[in-house]
């Protein structure tokens, strides 16, 4: 079966820090992978989705940057963090190689900046 | 660009009874699919039901099932026999390609 991690689950951190959100998921080979953020009481606003190694796609321009340096492995970046940055993201999986199909969420990282 | 909206920002229902929550979208796309998720308050994204836009027939799941309406683009999930378990948000969400957009939810409370 796949299991999709994400870590760390709660991260508290100072305007113009850095930032690295890990996702990882297990039991599949190239799966389509995503990144989402979800402000206090909202729906989901996508930021990324890669379908290969090295393959990123950004939908909403900003401060953040995403990697795929692994065929399972998706990383979330900034350099230095803003306020507005603060919420839960959730990574997200589906199979590749055919239409689009049901996405799989991750338990999320609940992001403060202060 | 396609949108989801739903119209009922928050709902109660008493355990054991049925409830339908609303949700209408907007797209030139023929070919799409549709979810309902739940996040319970461990945030936690868990998939509902999911409709493939090409079949006719509405999904079901146990408790859950649709109404899809292609041609009036409105997708609405009825629970029925509703569980103290089912409180939560529900989201609808519409997805083309890798494109999958989110509506604002729904707060569903189940009351004993």
């Known amino acids: 079966s796949q299991t999709i991690h994400q870590w760390p689950a709660t991260l508290v951190q100072p305007v113009g820090s850095p930032l690295s959100l890990e996702c990882t998921v297990e039991?599949?080979?190239?799966?389509?992978l995503y990144w989402y953020r979800q402000a206090a009481g909202r729906g989901l606003q996508l930021l990324f989705y890669?379908?290969?190694?090295?393959?990123i796609s950004s939908e909403v321009p900003q401060n953040l940057s995403a990697s795929r340096p692994q065929d399972r492995q998706f990383i979330l970046s900034s350099k230095k963090l803003l306020l507005s940055d603060s919420g839960f993201y959730l990574c997200?999986?589906?199979?590749?190689?055919?239409?689009?199909?049901?996405?799989?969420f991750g338990p999320g990282t609940r992001l403060t900046v202060l | 660009a396609q949108t989801v909206t739903q119209s009922q920002p928050e709902m109660s229902v008493q355990e054991a009874e049925t409830v339908t929550l609303s949700c209408t979208y907007d797209?030139?796309?023929?070919?799409?699919?549709l979810f309902w998720y739940k996040q319970p308050p461990s945030r936690q994204m868990i998939l509902v039901i999911r409709?493939?836009?090409?079949?006719?027939q509405n999904a079901t799941e146990n408790r859950f099932s649709v109404n899809f309406q292609k041609a009036a683009k409105s997708f609405s999930l009825k629970i029925s026999d509703s569980q103290l378990g089912d409180t939560a948000m529900y989201f609808c969400?519409?997805?083309?390609?890798?494109?999958?957009?989110f509506g604002a939810g729904t707060r569903l409370t189940v009351k004993p």
């Open positions: 997200a999986w589906s199979w590749a190689g055919g239409p689009a199909d049901t996405q799989y």
């Open positions: 409709q493939e836009a090409y079949k006719q």
């Open positions: 969400a519409f997805q083309n390609n890798n494109d999958m957009r």
């Open positions: 797209t030139s796309e023929n070919n799409y699919y």
């Open positions: 039991g599949t080979s190239n799966p389509n």
């Open positions: 890669s379908v290969g190694i090295g393959q």
